[in-house]
């Protein structure tokens, strides 16, 4: 398996358009979640699904953010109308069974918002 | 939900010397204590974890030790390298089987050769 695999991996776009940050998880995996990254806030978990359900919504920072997952093999997570402090790497990440077991994430997207 | 924090937050070590990364968490449930690494630029990647029912696990130059009535955890790195350098960050869960973590502040650890 060539791992989750994220796109794109950089995205530079204008205030005020929508992005869309796209996400394969691992075949089999039935948890995925979406992180963002930025050096103030660190790995802030912003929702989670389970079986393609979303369980936890309770990270997205506001109603700009949206994450869908229609099939096992597909998520994504959109910023509609994006801002400058939208800025930071956003991370994918998936994981086998129920119970706690290692989260693998994808390269990530850097998105800049100008 | 779960309160995971981290210190310190950078850490300077020699060469060969050891280096120890703490947490603690809030949740008394939390079961399962994984600790990522990320290189500049790249993904995190979990480099050891640790179960509740046990207290310590090595796996070479690494160990982590898991208290859980003090509800802390701790990674050591011994003889540590020049490619050790790199961001570390813990992480607890805050809900049984459904795999939501909550990481720490993460600690950017500085080996000089």
């Known amino acids: 398996d060539a791992g989750v695999i994220q796109s794109p991996r950089h995205e530079v776009t204008e205030m005020g358009q929508e992005v869309t940050l796209r996400c394969k998880p691992i075949s089999g995996h039935n948890s995925l979640f979406w992180y963002r990254q930025t050096m103030m806030r660190g790995l802030e978990l912003l929702i989670y699904f389970n079986n393609n359900v979303p369980i936890d919504d309770s990270g997205m920072p506001e109603d700009r953010f949206s994450a869908k997952m229609p099939n096992a093999s597909f998520s994504t997570l959109k910023i509609q109308p994006s801002e400058p402090r939208d800025s930071a790497v956003y991370f994918c990440?998936?994981?086998?069974?129920?119970?706690?077991?290692?989260?693998?994430f994808g390269q990530g997207t850097r998105l800049t918002v100008v | 939900g779960e309160n995971v924090e981290q210190h310190p937050s950078t850490l300077s070590v020699q060469e060969g010397d050891s280096a120890v990364i703490k947490c603690t968490y809030s949740d008394s449930a939390s079961n399962y204590f994984p600790w990522y690494k990320q290189e500049l630029g790249k993904r995190p990647q979990l480099i050891i974890d640790?179960?509740?029912?046990?207290g310590e696990k090595k796996d070479q130059r690494i160990a982590v030790t898991l208290n859980k009535t003090a509800k802390h955890f701790s990674l050591h790195i011994t003889e540590t390298q020049p490619e050790d350098s790199a961001v570390y960050f813990c992480a607890a869960p805050g809900e049984y089987n459904f795999n939501k973590f909550y990481f720490g502040s993460g600690t950017k650890l500085n080996v000089k050769p």
């Open positions: 990440a998936s994981t086998a069974g129920a119970g706690n077991t290692e989260a693998f």
């Open positions: 640790i179960r509740s029912n046990v």
